[in-house]
Each structure stands twice: as C-alpha cells, then as structure tokens.
C-alpha cells in the first residue's frame, strides 16, 4: 500500500512569489489534514478535510492560505503571497473515518521563502 | 485548549541501556495519546498509540509507552536502546470526545541520540 505523498520534497521561493504544495493520501482514507512545523518548533495543526469538504481550519494562519481538495483525493495548499515567516516544513497526513485512529503522514514540503 | 509538553529538547543514551522519552499533556476529558518518530529526511512515522485500557501500549521497533492518568503523563520507553533508535521523536494527543476535533497537538519534540 502506498503512503501519503508530497510534492515537492523541498520549495525555495523569494517573498511575494506563489507556491503551491501538494498531497496525495493514502487511498480510501476520508481524512486529511495539513500541518506545518516551523523553526524547529512543534507541529502545529493547519486544517482538516473529510473528503472534499473542509472540517476545520482553525489553524490556517491568514488568508494568503488556500487550501483545497476537490473530488475528495488529492489536496493542495497554495500560499500566496508568499513571506518570509512562511517557511517551514509543511506536512500533509491521512487517516480512515473512525475514532482513534492514527493519522500516517507524509514526508513533508520543506518551503523556504527568501 | 489541549497542549503537549516535552520537557527534554535532547536525550543521550548510550547503546544497550534504557531510554525514556518524556511528555506531559493537558487535554479537556480523557486522551487518545500518540507516539511519532522522525528519522532524518524522512516523514513521521507512526509508532504507537493510547486509545483505552491497558496503560501499557507496546508499539514498532521494541518501544513501549505507559499512560498515567493522574500524572498526565505519557513517557515513551525502551529498554535496551540501538544506534538506530536515533532520531526525533513527537508525543502528541487529541481529546477522546465523539464530536472533538480529530487534530492532534504536538509537543516541540525531542532529539535522542544514542551513543554507540
């Protein structure tokens, strides 16, 4: 079974320019969600989807963060325009419906913005 | 608001002797608590979870973790740890709740190096 996949592996973008990052979970898994850890702080929670609906975005930092999954698979997260506090590594994790289950997550995006 | 700590940014063990990972969490009702492991380069990797009953979890690679409710505490341990075993380790827990968020919160991390 594959697992949750990221793309790209790393991003270096100038100030002001647009990127966008994208995950694949692992099939069947209605659950995904994004996080982002930055300056070797925690991980912090970014937003959640059930399918193609957001569950919960309490996490994203402002709107320059657009986050989308149309169809229910794949999701991308576009950050526009992009700044320096931006950086970080941006992960991406699936899991099934159902209580308790863990979440697998992917390698992450390593965004850097100078 | 649930929160994650984890007190230790660095642990150094030598081959062959015990190790424990330390993490403390506050969450509102009971846990479903989490172990992840980050080896470099790499993305986390899952290796054990408390979800309910026995407060010991056995997970991957020989780690085990005991949940203690009255101290908050979910330590990871091992008892003879591998060069191998070294890398960066998250605790991280959500609330139990049906209709809670299902995001988890992470502690800040910690590095364990094991010393040959």
């Known amino acids: 079974e594959a697992g949750v996949t990221q793309f790209p592996s790393h991003s270096v973008i100038e100030k002001g320019q647009t990127v966008t990052l994208r995950c694949d979970p692992i099939?069947?898994?209605?659950?995904l969600y994004w996080y982002r850890r930055v300056m070797g702080k925690e991980i912090k929670f970014l937003l959640h989807?059930?399918?193609?609906?957001?569950?919960?975005e309490s996490g994203m930092p402002n709107n320059r963060f657009l986050a989308e999954r149309t169809g229910g698979t794949y999701s991308t997260l576009k950050v526009q325009p992009a700044e320096l506090e931006d950086s970080g590594v941006y992960f991406c994790?699936?899991?099934?419906?159902?209580?308790?289950?863990?979440?697998?997550f992917g390698p992450g995006t390593r965004l850097t913005v100078t | 608001a649930q929160s994650v700590a984890q007190p230790e940014d660095q642990v150094n063990v030598a081959e062959g002797n015990p190790l424990t990972v330390k993490c403390t969490y506050s969450?509102?009702?009971?846990?479903?608590l989490f172990w992840y492991v980050q080896y470099p380069n790499r993305g986390l990797q899952f290796l054990l979870k408390?979800?309910?009953?026995?407060?010991l979890v056995k997970g991957s690679y020989g780690f085990e973790a005991e949940f203690n409710k009255s101290q908050t505490s979910f330590h990871l341990k091992k008892p003879s740890a591998l060069v191998s075993d070294s890398a960066l380790y998250f605790c991280?827990?959500?609330?139990?709740?049906?209709?809670?968020?299902?995001?988890?919160?992470f502690g800040s991390g910690t590095q364990l190096t094991v010393l040959p």
């Open positions: 994790a699936s899991s099934q419906q159902g209580q308790g289950l863990e979440q697998y």
């Open positions: 099939s069947g898994h209605d659950n």
């Open positions: 989807f059930v399918k193609e609906s957001k569950q919960d």
């Open positions: 969450v509102s009702g009971n846990p479903y």
């Open positions: 408390y979800i309910t009953g026995d407060n």
């Open positions: 991280a827990v959500r609330p139990s709740s049906s209709g809670s968020a299902r995001q988890l919160t």
